[in-house]
């Protein structure tokens, strides 16, 4: 079906013939429902998905659909087909590289010694504050892209590289901009306790009080802040610094998630788990404690490879653990300057399995339904279920298993967003 240029630069083009009105019957398909609950994925063999004004209807065996004399018949050919990703964990929003960084960490210099060097974070503050909402758009845009060529429907995309009140509402603006400028549904967090800057130096709290909460709320009154977050690390915040965060999100009703134990255990998944977090993200050095805390909470782990990956951490997050408590474990790519400069869902994907052990179904799990429950979305995507948003990815593989295996592959055949299909 030849598809029309969706927009200058991106590579990927819409259905000509797709509208938000359009009843449309995808059949001949095996879908991977990733219903809760269900083995395997949820799979189904001879599928369909009946989908109207950019909802499911109905997802599962084509035997069960209900009358669809009415609605567009698309023929997927017996491909496979899954909910469309969820990278539940970016910082795609910035100014400038730090390459430079790179080498010095392959001449031996650690993540942590450049930080505190006055590198890392830090460095990528002047490159973002210097550039203006379209130009941070202009420069996020390329890495979105190549996430949105890999079947991501929904992106969370965070502030933190501002450090100042104007700078950190202008990448919020920026991440809301992409949401109008390319089919995919944006969630933001607020992550002013990413680093302290330059200016504040060894002044945590002057900063927290000056900056993070007084921006907090100017971003908060502008509908900017989907979730709050914040890096509880030895170069960053302390967990008492982080919870004078927290007790402003959590009275300004926003949900929270938070960078904890990613080089070193201050407790701070176990302080995400007291204000009942959406997630606790890296958790390399996360210990039985907060294992048992995350999941009274249900707050979901979500795994970050990339990170693990180029900064050559030892110490991987306690899976096993995660499992036995019955922890949600989801992945994201983490994509930032500094630690993870890493577009593609699916080399994340297979990172976890690799580096992490992660079995094939949980790894579509994370990338899908778990990313979906660590915005707090699941009610509207990272299920083929009816009633959510028809977002979903068709794929040219023979078995799902080769979304993990292959490195550096994309077998996507074409994917959809609220109904609309994007030919690759
Ligand atoms: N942990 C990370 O890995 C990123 N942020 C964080 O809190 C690193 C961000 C950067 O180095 O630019
Ligand atoms: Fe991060």
């Given at each position: 079906m030849k598809g029309v240029?969706?927009?200058?630069?991106?590579n990927f083009s819409e259905?000509?013939?797709?509208?938000?009105g359009a009843i449309r019957v995808w059949r001949n398909a095996r879908l991977?429902?990733?219903?809760?609950?269900?083995?395997?994925?949820?799979?189904?063999?001879k599928g369909a998905i009946l989908t109207k004004d950019g909802r499911i209807v109905f997802a599962g065996s084509e035997a069960d659909l209900?009358?669809?004399?009415?609605a567009d018949a698309i023929d997927l050919e017996g491909r496979w087909v899954t909910p469309g990703l969820v990278d539940?964990?970016?910082?795609?929003?910035?100014?400038?590289?730090r390459a430079r960084e790179f080498e010095m960490r392959l001449e031996g210099a650690s993540y942590e010694e450049i930080a505190r060097a006055g590198g890392g974070i830090v460095s990528s503050v002047n490159a973002t504050r210097a550039l203006s909402v379209d130009e941070l758009v202009a420069v996020a845009l390329p890495r979105l892209d190549t996430l949105l060529a890999e079947g991501v429907t929904t992106i969370e995309v965070k502030s933190g590289?501002?450090?100042n009140i104007p700078s950190e509402l202008k990448m919020l603006r920026a991440a809301r901009r992409l949401e109008e400028v390319r089919p995919v549904r944006v969630v933001t967090s607020y992550l002013g306790a990413h680093a302290t800057p330059a200016e504040y130096k060894g002044r945590n709290g002057d900063y927290i009080d000056d900056v993070v909460l007084p921006g907090l709320r100017q971003a908060h009154a502008e509908g900017l802040v989907d979730a709050v977050d914040g890096f509880c690390e030895g170069i960053a915040f302390s967990t008492a610094e982080i919870a004078r965060v927290f007790d402003l999100a959590r009275s300004l009703g926003i949900p929270v998630k938070l960078h904890a134990e990613?080089?070193?255990?201050?407790?701070g998944a176990k302080l995400a788990a007291s204000y009942g977090a959406l997630s606790a993200d890296h958790?390399?050095?996360?210990?039985e404690d907060g294992v048992k805390a995350m999941a009274a909470a249900g707050t979901v782990a979500v795994l970050l490879p990339g990170a693990f990956y180029a900064i050559n951490e030892k110490q991987k997050p306690p899976v096993k653990a995660l499992r036995e408590a019955g922890v949600s474990i989801a992945i994201a790519?983490?994509?930032?300057?500094?630690t993870s400069p890493l577009t593609s869902l699916l080399l994340t994907m297979n990172m976890a399995a690799t580096?992490?052990?992660?079995t094939v179904e949980e790894c579509i799990a994370g990338a899908t339904r778990e990313g979906g429950r660590a915005l707090g979305l699941l009610s509207e995507t990272g299920t083929l279920e009816?009633?959510?948003?028809a977002d979903f990815a068709i794929w040219d593989v023979e078995s799902l298993a080769e979304l993990v295996y292959r490195i550096g592959f994309n077998p996507l055949h074409a994917h959809v967003f609220k109904g609309k299909r994007f030919n690759r």
């Amino acid at each position: 079906m030849k598809g029309v240029k969706l927009m200058r630069g991106n590579n990927f083009s819409e259905d000509s013939t797709a509208s938000d009105g359009a009843i449309r019957v995808w059949r001949n398909a095996r879908l991977a429902t990733l219903k809760e609950g269900s083995a395997r994925l949820g799979t189904v063999e001879k599928g369909a998905i009946l989908t109207k004004d950019g909802r499911i209807v109905f997802a599962g065996s084509e035997a069960d659909l209900p009358d669809v004399s009415n609605a567009d018949a698309i023929d997927l050919e017996g491909r496979w087909v899954t909910p469309g990703l969820v990278d539940c964990h970016t910082h795609i929003v910035y100014g400038g590289n730090r390459a430079r960084e790179f080498e010095m960490r392959l001449e031996g210099a650690s993540y942590e010694e450049i930080a505190r060097a006055g590198g890392g974070i830090v460095s990528s503050v002047n490159a973002t504050r210097a550039l203006s909402v379209d130009e941070l758009v202009a420069v996020a845009l390329p890495r979105l892209d190549t996430l949105l060529a890999e079947g991501v429907t929904t992106i969370e995309v965070k502030s933190g590289y501002g450090l100042n009140i104007p700078s950190e509402l202008k990448m919020l603006r920026a991440a809301r901009r992409l949401e109008e400028v390319r089919p995919v549904r944006v969630v933001t967090s607020y992550l002013g306790a990413h680093a302290t800057p330059a200016e504040y130096k060894g002044r945590n709290g002057d900063y927290i009080d000056d900056v993070v909460l007084p921006g907090l709320r100017q971003a908060h009154a502008e509908g900017l802040v989907d979730a709050v977050d914040g890096f509880c690390e030895g170069i960053a915040f302390s967990t008492a610094e982080i919870a004078r965060v927290f007790d402003l999100a959590r009275s300004l009703g926003i949900p929270v998630k938070l960078h904890a134990e990613q080089l070193s255990n201050l407790g701070g998944a176990k302080l995400a788990a007291s204000y009942g977090a959406l997630s606790a993200d890296h958790v390399e050095y996360l210990d039985e404690d907060g294992v048992k805390a995350m999941a009274a909470a249900g707050t979901v782990a979500v795994l970050l490879p990339g990170a693990f990956y180029a900064i050559n951490e030892k110490q991987k997050p306690p899976v096993k653990a995660l499992r036995e408590a019955g922890v949600s474990i989801a992945i994201a790519t983490d994509s930032n300057p500094g630690t993870s400069p890493l577009t593609s869902l699916l080399l994340t994907m297979n990172m976890a399995a690799t580096l992490f052990r992660l079995t094939v179904e949980e790894c579509i799990a994370g990338a899908t339904r778990e990313g979906g429950r660590a915005l707090g979305l699941l009610s509207e995507t990272g299920t083929l279920e009816a009633g959510k948003s028809a977002d979903f990815a068709i794929w040219d593989v023979e078995s799902l298993a080769e979304l993990v295996y292959r490195i550096g592959f994309n077998p996507l055949h074409a994917h959809v967003f609220k109904g609309k299909r994007f030919n690759r």
